[in-house]
């Protein structure tokens, strides 16, 4: 066997590397537009889209909900040792990446190693399979997007992690950073990923709010300085969203996130992920989020999935829309394309997805979403018709006395006085249908 496999066993021995078939193809198990090596405005498509796959949904979620145990019964799960299950799961995961081509990946602490009895020995732990990991990045060619720490899960971290109010498990928080941020150096990784997880409250009579969010600060300021003081060059993401697990999350929305890192002095080191899910359940469009971090020249990486408008939580699906990723796309060209980050599926096959083609069959749609995004957007801008619009519409500012304004060359009674000349004003049509028409147009064609 070729790359695919690192370990002693084939983890999904029936599926072989999924191949570019194009859009005319039937076949379940092929992309239709995703061909990696096509070139897209002058960039070939993975360098365009970099798509991670998620450690935690696709290796560790088990499907379990409230209501039921786990469905993904994993074959990596059962040698007993969770050291040695861990180790099995890194094969897996490889032979699963190398055979979707994904370039990247990313996880949290304990995605890839199990906790142990105490902080030292949950950091021996790590280390060791980092250097697992390691030896299978090196054989697959498959890199790190991000590393994340877990400080959600364990139940010590209930009460939140850096925001915490008894100070001791914030230590314990800053211990599993250091690690998880020692193990994303180790391998190569591009960033590194705050999720706010407990970081916000269920209730105001027993939060000191401003303390909590100074602590945030604090930690992400310490965290930050040891990374660059171990030579790390990435990028720091903090991955905005409003609610669950805590009623009121600290890190609500890229607006807020903006405004939290300049008031920190942040603004720097960090930029934002931005999940699509995680922007519905703020009452954003994906493309909102994303439009206000690349005004912001604040836009580090992607959390690639969907919600479901109709349900209040994070249901994490695979992206399916492509007048969303057609969005989504339009303003990762503006910003130039990814520098550090990419298009990490932060998606979950549904509980009673159960075969093992399951998770293959779900991120061939997620990127193939993208890839069809990405030509539409490509498309757009080549079309020009939908940007020359937009610039016709504020082309008022863009010389005489317009252009003075934005220059900053009026006092308030000044521009007051050009009221009069201007008559009757503002009886220009806003155009949303013939915006719209185009780029249905567009994505039909
Ligand atoms: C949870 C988040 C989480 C982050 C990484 O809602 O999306 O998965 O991406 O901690
Ligand atoms: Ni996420
Ligand atoms: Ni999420």
């Known amino acids: 066997m070729a790359n695919y496999f690192t370990g002693n066993k084939e983890y999904f021995p029936e599926i072989k590397k999924i191949a570019y078939e194009g859009p005319k193809s039937k076949n379940p ?16 498509m993975r360098d365009h889209l970099r798509f991670a796959i998620a450690y935690w949904h696709s290796f560790c979620g088990d499907g379990a909900d409230p209501f039921g145990a786990a469905t993904h019964i994993f074959p990596w799960n059962s040698s007993g040792d969770p050291v040695q299950n861990a180790i099995n799961k890194a094969d897996a995961a490889f032979e699963f990446i190398s055979k979707i081509g994904a370039p990247y990946y990313a996880w949290h602490d304990r995605d890839i190693a199990p906790e142990g009895k105490d902080a030292d020995d949950s950091a021996k732990i790590l280390e060791k399979i980092t250097d697992e990991l390691k030896k299978r990045q090196d054989a697959t060619g498959v890199k790190l ?6 400080v959600f899960s364990n139940p010590r971290f209930m009460n939140g992690a850096a925001t915490n109010p008894d100070f001791a498990v914030v230590a314990h928080a800053a211990n599993q950073i250091q690690h998880a941020i020692d193990g994303t150096i180790k391998l190569g990784g591009e960033g590194y990923t705050f999720w706010g997880g407990r970081e916000g409250y269920m209730s105001i009579l027993n939060t000191d709010m401003k303390r909590e969010k100074e602590h945030l600060a604090m930690i992400l300021s310490i965290s930050r300085d040891y990374a660059r003081s171990k030579g790390f060059k990435g990028c720091f993401y903090i991955e905005p969203k409003p609610m669950e697990p805590t009623k009121h999350q600290y890190d609500f929305d890229s607006e807020t996130v903006i405004g939290f890192l300049r008031a920190h002095g942040l ?10 899910n995680h922007a519905e359940l703020a009452g954003h469009d994906f493309v909102h989020e994303l ?11 992607v959390d690639a999935n969907r919600g479901e408008p109709r349900n209040g939580w994070d249901t994490d699906q695979f992206p399916s829309s492509v007048y969303e990723t057609t969005l989504a796309m339009c303003q990762i060209l503006r910003m130039g394309g990814f520098k550090t980050g990419g298009l990490n599926f932060d998606a979950k096959i549904r509980r009673n997805s159960v075969d093992a083609e399951d998770l293959f069959i779900a991120h061939i749609g997620g990127m193939d979403t993208f890839a ?26 863009d010389s005489g006395d317009g252009a003075k304004f934005e220059k900053g060359g009026f006092k308030l009674n000044e521009l007051a006085a050009l009221a009069k000349d201007y008559g009757k004003t503002g009886w220009t049509s ?16």
Not at 291 to 301: K, P
């Open 29 to 44: 198990m092929a992309f239709k537009y995703y061909d990696a090596e096509k070139s897209i405005a002058g960039k070939k």
């Open 145 to 150: 997007l991000w590393g994340t720490a877990n």
């Open 267 to 276: 603004d720097k080191d960090f930029k934002l992920n931005i999940e699509a």
């Open 291 to 301: 439009s206000v971090c690349v005004d912001n020249d604040m836009l580090g990486s």
């Open 372 to 397: 069809f995004g990405l030509e539409k957007a490509a498309a757009i801008a080549a079309d020009g018709r939908l940007p020359d619009l937009l610039k016709k519409r504020y082309s008022s500012f």
């Open 430 to 445: 806003g155009k949303q249908e013939l915006y719209e028409n185009i780029l249905q147009e567009i994505l039909l064609s």
